[in-house]
């Protein structure tokens, strides 16, 4: 029992940390709820853009702001130039399209006057850059090829109205996947944070030479109290993947209750374990309390950064990725990812993310063994 | 009493492990994640071929999509990777997630199958409008061109030079685009002008060790040093200037860290970047020792303030997400004002992005000023010499 | 008559509602070694720390070397060493280094200074930990380093407070025996303590304070003297009636008898037979005891007898 009112102590000592932990994932996952766009996925959605057309009355150049109004969002700012420079930097827009004046009569007079465009480098400044480029080439080719002004905008529209036709098969309701996706990702880090920082500090008091030795004479058995630890330890681990699951359920919704949302659950359940074997094993090799907030944050801010829970993994080069492997962080985000765009759930399907769980336990078993040799060696020193 | 309490304040900082992780090791970790993660964000050229899978029947044989396909699936910097296959595997492919879409082909027209929005999926359709716009464009111009020269008279027509010429219309066709945008606008210069502005910050944490060693009423060293016949303004002075000297030092690591091992670029104001930062961990320096001066606790609660001004700095500052500046900005600009993480981070925006050299100038004044109101209100703690308690 | 190094003249520091130190005048002589004896929050710190000009004090005045101190004199404070009750060191410095810190503070000469940190190692045994760091060290080397900081610079007048608080005994005799050598290298010392044995041993002369006032000072005999109190007789005995104490009360020459279950103690004023007088008065009541001795009486039993409260906590 006091193995588990020391466990309690402990966390109600650093109970602020714990709850920071939990904002920042609860402000990360309100925040990909509302901007879809910030995860890194992109759906059909209009960009929103700024079109100055310092060329109006040109019938060519009306018709390209007509275009880009009709294909994008088109916003506008208030405020002169400072403003304009804020709306980018802050991202409520994220192109801005400056038609000169005298564009309209200088392209007609064959020349290829420039468009100053600004960009944000985002992927949805891309979109828009791609379209505007599209719409400049047709001009082009219908220019060459000798049409008048009022031709030339005819054939444009004509040859954009083309659409390809396109057939979703997808029955997934991607959004609710994706954030579901997101949230677990970015709960690698927190669970690591909550999991290593607690643990890390309740077993460096408890390892403390004088405490161990104090435990040592004591007339407690020592088995028993080996198994304490580790029931102490396992409860506190279990309450935090609980605690986050709930969290889940409140923060994406029903999606956590299907099959699916179970198998998330699962992953984060086998990611917690396989944390808390880690964080026991750092606690064999750290000595001093003071280095445990040093630790924590390098190891969890450096595996979320790596693996993929702060920036989504498919925006990571190859080698981080690669390097990645090596920590436990990698197989779990993995696991989410897949979940987040499979399509059906069957044995074939689902087996990728099995030799991840699989890839895990080895990390437990790994930490495991590690911990024991470690001390091992320890006790026979002391 | 400078060299001594100098030569000492160094010895002290460095052997300090603690200090030393989190205002020089920490930053350095910090930049090396951030390059990790970040380094492809931003990156176009490391985009990465799009797997799709092709129906490979006859209409597809004798669509004029084939040739463009083929040149966008070869070469280093080719857009798609294609396997062409037939529609049953076509299918069981994009189940599992194995390809971002399939192309099918009925007589002239083109159908692409897939599964969700996605990025890679909305760039596939793009690109197949493209080509399959072009080629319309392509085929009426040709049969413009034609028609003209039969309209002319000519009977002897070389369709194929027509075509040809249209194609060659399309695909050499110029646009003459200028991007004026500010490349340091980029979110990951973003982060490293939030992570030179904690790492400046971080400074306090130095003044704080060494006034509080300094402080009688705070430490028995400080007892120590104060019923001996040194006088205080020197070896505060010594101990400030080692402070100084060892924040510039891991200032300088990160800078070269940035520049040479991560590349990042800041252009051509490195000197003006320089200043800031000296400016800025002025700023960091006097307010740990206003901390050290003004909060009565003990240490632990005082490196825990420290550390909780600095980052809610950063947080109100936009380090965690550059929209939180816009919104205070916007809503209570005299926080940022006051702010001295925002005053640099503001400065690097001024000197990067919005090119206002004023604004640039006023920050640095603003960070002056900061120091200066620093000094002055913790100024009366730091010459008492006598105290009503200890 | 020698010379006066301290002049304290009624010296009043009060907090809020307490008067830690009330009117305190006491002086101390060249190259005295003065016990500031008193339980702890009597006011010896404080006091110590007033004249060291680190507290500000309500009324009174403070000379030391016939000046007024003041906290920039700073030419007093060259020849003052002071050695407080915590320990006063930095952890990420070397003990070599932090004596070497300190002795700066006082002397910027390099060679003379490498010269007296020479010699406080020796002065304090810390020849074998030169370059340890102090979490190196147990806590009687800790403490020896604290006092080789305060000295080092080789100090006319010499503060120690409480310098051997949880110190095991080897190193109190070290730290003791330096004391010792200090005042016989010409050195003034001051020394505030709640142990009664190392005031005994030590002092010259000795200032008892209770509740920031003097309530006695003198020889270690002197105070003894002063608390008419001769001689104590002890008997170890067992079940002895309230009504056999009382009378035991009644001896000619008796101040006062205890009895707690186990031991009887009996002072005297004054006397020469007063053991005689117990063995018989047990021999003819037909009392068995299993010892019986007689003692001069210790300075805590002055401080009990002039206080009311033992000393010890």
């Not at chain 1, 304490?228 to 986050?244: H, I, M, Q």
């Not at chain 3, 068995?288 to 010890?312: A, C, H, W």
Request: hydrophobic share 45%; proline share 2%.
């Amino acid at each position: 029992m006091t193995v588990f009112n020391a466990f309690l102590k402990v966390i109600r000592k650093n109970i602020g940390t714990i709850i920071i932990y939990t904002l920042i994932l609860i402000i990360f996952s309100a925040a990909t709820m509302q901007s879809p766009d910030s995860s890194g996925q992109y759906t059909s959605e209009k960009q929103d853009i700024l079109i100055i057309n310092n060329d109006k009355g040109s019938a060519l150049s009306d018709h390209l702001e007509e275009y880009l109004k009709a294909n994008t969002n088109a916003v506008e700012i208030t405020g002169g130039e400072d403003a304009i420079k804020d709306a980018l930097f802050y991202r409520e827009i994220v192109y801005i399209v400056n038609i000169p004046k005298g564009y309209g009569s200088s392209v007609m007079a064959g020349r290829t006057p420039s468009i100053e465009v600004q960009t944000t480098e985002s992927y949805g400044s891309a979109l828009v850059d791609m379209m505007l480029t599209r719409y400049l080439k047709l001009q082009n080719v219908y220019l060459q090829s000798g049409a008048d002004e009022h031709t030339m905008i005819h054939s444009i529209d004509s040859a954009l109205d083309d659409k390809t036709n396109v057939e979703m098969i997808s029955q997934l309701d991607t959004d609710s996947l994706s954030q579901a996706t997101r949230f677990f990702d970015f709960s690698a880090y927190n669970v690591t944070a909550c999991i290593v920082f607690i643990i890390c500090l309740v077993l460096s008091s408890f390892n403390d030479i004088d405490v161990r030795k104090r435990t040592l004479i004591s007339s407690t058995d020592i088995k028993k109290y080996h198994l304490y630890l580790l029931t102490a330890c396992c409860s506190y681990a279990l309450a935090v993947w609980a605690f986050f699951s709930v969290l889940s359920y409140i923060m994406v919704g029903d999606v956590i209750l299907t099959p699916r949302g179970g198998i998330y659950i699962l992953n984060s359940l086998v990611f917690s374990l396989t944390v808390l074997s880690m964080a026991y094993f750092l606690s064999t090799i750290i000595h001093t309390k003071t280095a445990v907030t040093g630790i924590v944050n390098v190891v969890a801010l450096g595996s979320a950064f790596l693996c993929g829970a702060f920036v989504p993994a498919e925006f990571l080069p190859e080698w981080v990725l690669k390097a990645a492997h090596i920590l436990p962080a990698y197989w779990f985000i993995n696991s989410n990812d897949l979940l987040g765009s499979m399509e059906t759930l069957s044995v074939e399907t689902l087996k990728p993310i099995l030799v991840n769980m699989a890839a895990l336990l080895l990390f437990l078993l790994l930490f495991v063994t590690a911990s024991i040799i470690i001390s091992r060696k320890k006790q026979k020193i002391a | 009493m400078f060299v001594h309490n100098f030569k000492y304040s160094l010895a002290l900082l460095l052997k300090n492990r603690q200090l030393v992780f989190w205002t020089i090791a920490f930053p350095l970790i910090m930049a090396v994640l951030f390059n990790m993660a970040f380094s492809n964000i931003e990156n176009e050229e490391a985009f990465d071929a799009i797997h799709i899978a092709v129906v490979d029947d006859k209409d597809f044989h004798s669509s004029i999509f084939k040739t463009a396909l083929e040149e966008l699936s070869s070469g280093d910097d080719k857009i798609f990777e294609i396997e062409y296959t037939d529609k049953t595997k076509a299918q069981e492919l994009l189940e599992n997630n194995e390809i971002t879409g399939y192309l099918s082909f009925s007589g002239d027209d083109v159908k692409v199958t897939i599964n969700s929005n996605g990025t890679s999926e909305t760039i596939l359709c793009y690109i197949i409008d493209e080509i399959k716009s072009d080629i319309a464009v392509i085929t009426e111009i040709g049969t413009e061109a034609v028609k003209n020269e039969i309209m002319a008279g000519n009977t002897d027509i070389d369709y194929e030079k027509y075509y040809k010429d249209a194609s060659e219309l399309v695909t050499n066709s110029e646009v003459n685009l200028k991007d004026t945008s500010n490349h340091h606008l980029s979110y990951v210069m973003i982060e490293y002008y939030s992570l030179i502005a904690m790492t400046c910050l971080y400074s306090g944490l130095f003044s704080m060790t060494l006034v509080n060693y300094k402080l009688a009423n705070v430490s028995a060293v400080g007892k120590r040093t104060a019923v001996s016949p040194a006088k205080k303004g020197g070896m505060l002075f010594g101990s400030l200037a080692a402070g100084f000297v060892v924040q510039l030092a891991g200032l300088l690591l990160l800078f070269l860290l940035m520049i040479f091992v991560i590349g990042a670029d800041f252009g051509t104001n490195l000197a003006m970047i320089l200043t800031l930062s000296v400016f800025g961990s002025l700023a960091g320096l006097t307010m740990g020792i206003a901390v050290a001066v003004l909060i009565k606790a003990g240490e632990n609660a005082k490196l825990t303030a420290l550390i909780g001004i600095t980052m809610a700095g950063s947080f109100l500052s936009g380090m965690m997400g550059i929209t939180m500046k816009n919104v205070i900005d916007k809503n209570v600009p005299i926080l940022n004002k006051i702010n001295p993480v925002a005053m640099i981070t503001d400065g690097f925006y001024a000197l990067y992005y919005y090119d206002t050299p004023e604004r640039f100038y006023i920050d640095l004044i603003s960070l002056a000023v900061f120091s200066a109101v620093m000094l002055i209100i913790s100024w009366g703690g730091l010459r008492r010499q006598r105290y009503d308690s200890l | 008559m020698t010379k006066k190094i301290i002049e304290v003249t009624d010296l009043t520091k009060e907090y809020k509602q307490l008067k830690a130190v009330d009117q305190l005048s006491f002086d101390v002589y060249d190259k005295e070694i003065l016990g500031l004896l008193g339980p702890n929050g009597s006011g010896k710190s404080t006091t110590i720390n007033c004249i060291l000009s680190l507290l500000k004090y309500s009324s009174g005045s403070i000379k030391i070397f016939g000046e007024e101190m003041k906290p920039d004199s700073y030419e007093i404070k060259r020849k003052l060493g002071v050695i407080f009750q915590d320990v006063a060191v930095f952890q990420e410095l070397t003990v070599y280094d932090n004596i070497d810190y300190f002795c700066g503070l006082y002397i910027s000469e390099k060679k003379q200074r490498r010269e007296y940190i020479k010699d406080a190692i020796e002065l304090t045994g810390l020849e074998d930990y030169q370059k340890f760091y102090p979490r190196q060290l147990s806590g009687g080397l800790l403490r020896r380093l604290n006092i080789a900081c305060g000295i080092a610079h080789k100090p006319k007048l010499i503060f120690l407070d409480e310098p051997t608080v949880a110190v095991d005994p080897q190193s109190r005799n070290n730290i003791l025996e330096g004391i010792r050598k200090l005042r016989d290298g010409g050195a003034t010392i001051v020394y505030t303590t709640h142990y009664m044995e190392e005031v005994e041993q030590l002092c010259d002369r000795i200032i008892i304070i209770d509740k920031g006032k003097i309530i006695a000072s003198g020889t270690s005999d002197s105070l003894k003297e002063l608390a008419k109190i001769e001689e104590k007789i002890t008997v170890e005995i067992k079940g002895l009636s309230d009504e056999i104490l009382k009378r035991i009360e009644t001896f000619p020459n008796a101040a006062a008898a205890e009895y707690d279950g186990e031991r009887l103690t009996v002072s005297y004023r004054s006397g020469s037979a007063n053991i005689g007088d117990i063995i018989d008065f047990m021999r003819d009541n037909n009392l068995r005891y299993t010892k019986i001795y007689s003692e001069r009486p210790t300075l805590n039993d002055v401080f009990l007898e002039l206080t009311g409260k033992e000393l010890r906590d």
